[in-house]
């Protein structure tokens, strides 16, 4: 690969990028003007029956989320909270049982959240992050590098979780502020596709995108170059 793909970076305006509209421009780094077989073999893969028909109410879910779609000009006008996409996409593939993934940190959240995908008739298996009850030197971590040093700690097992829910044949599973590189483990050994309610931010209340919209005041020391 020549350039990497920066599609962050690219200044080309919306309507005229080559994502957008046949024929749009795109710099160097375009992967849709320069990594064309890429595309292809990625698009190769909604011929699958499963893969295309997930993608196709993925994508009528979002049409969903805005009212006034009939309305020239049209101003997007959103309607529908994450919560209710994720039941409504749920019932539009047909699933009946969701699989609640959780850190121990959010449980009242996890139980408003079983009670609500309940009362909206699935079926549904949480399971919590300390599953196991594993003692944390199980995977070499020293007292100093716990979280309450010199205490007991369980470890967090996310692929306990994937593997509880696995073997408890959740169709479609939910996870709820898992932490970083917990949540990419429950995303490799989970067998159902997993979509995510809330990330973990134990300082922005779990809105990571706080940081960002800060950049320029409180978290300007984040934009500033480390090297």
Same mark, same amino acid.
């Given at each position: 690969?020549?350039?990497?793909? @920066?599609?962050?970076?690219? +200044?080309?305006?919306?309507?005229?990028?080559?994502?957008?509209?046949?024929?749009?421009?795109?710099?160097?780094?375009?992967?849709?003007?320069?990594?064309?077989?890429?595309?292809?073999?990625?698009?190769?893969?909604?011929?699958?029956?499963?893969?295309?028909?997930?993608?196709? *109410? !993925?994508?009528?879910?979002?049409?969903?989320?805005?009212?006034?779609?009939?309305?020239?000009?049209?101003?997007?006008?959103?309607?529908?909270?994450?919560?209710?996409?994720?039941?409504?996409?749920?019932?539009?593939?047909?699933?009946?049982?969701?699989?609640?993934?959780?850190?121990?940190?959010?449980?009242? @959240?996890?139980?408003?959240?079983?009670?609500?995908?309940?009362?909206?008739?699935? *079926?549904?298996?949480?399971?919590?992050?300390?599953?196991?009850? =594993?003692?944390?030197?199980?995977? /070499?971590?020293?007292?100093?590098?716990?979280?309450?040093?010199?205490?007991?700690?369980?470890?967090?097992?996310?692929?306990? *979780?994937?593997?509880?829910?696995?073997?408890?044949? =959740?169709?479609?599973?939910?996870?709820?502020?898992?932490?970083? /590189?917990?949540?990419?483990?429950?995303?490799?050994? !989970?067998?159902?596709? =997993?979509?995510?309610?809330?990330?973990?931010?134990?300082?922005?209340?779990?809105?990571?995108?706080? !940081?960002?919209? =800060?950049?320029?005041?409180?978290?300007?020391?984040? +934009?500033?170059?480390?090297?």
């Amino acid at each position: 690969m020549e350039k990497l793909p @920066e599609c962050a970076k690219c +200044s080309v305006k919306p309507a005229e990028r080559a994502c957008r509209r046949e024929g749009g421009a795109g710099p160097d780094s375009c992967p849709t003007r320069h990594m064309e077989m890429v595309v292809e073999k990625a698009l190769a893969r909604y011929g699958e029956p499963e893969i295309r028909e997930f993608a196709r *109410q !993925a994508s009528i879910q979002e049409a969903q989320c805005y009212a006034g779609r009939d309305k020239k000009p049209f101003v997007r006008r959103p309607v529908k909270t994450r919560l209710e996409e994720i039941c409504e996409f749920s019932h539009k593939m047909g699933y009946k049982k969701l699989g609640l993934a959780y850190c121990a940190g959010l449980q009242s @959240e996890a139980s408003r959240l079983q009670k609500v995908l309940e009362a909206d008739g699935f *079926q549904t298996a949480s399971v919590i992050c300390k599953v196991g009850c =594993t003692p944390k030197e199980e995977i /070499g971590i020293a007292d100093a590098e716990k979280v309450r040093i010199g205490e007991p700690e369980s470890m967090c097992s996310p692929i306990g *979780q994937a593997e509880v829910l696995n073997e408890a044949g =959740t169709e479609f599973n939910v996870l709820l502020g898992l932490c970083v /590189g917990h949540d990419s483990l429950f995303f490799k050994y !989970a067998k159902a596709p =997993t979509t995510v309610f809330a990330a973990k931010d134990r300082v922005l209340g779990h809105n990571p995108l706080a !940081a960002l919209y =800060t950049l320029n005041s409180y978290y300007e020391r984040l +934009s500033r170059s480390k090297g």
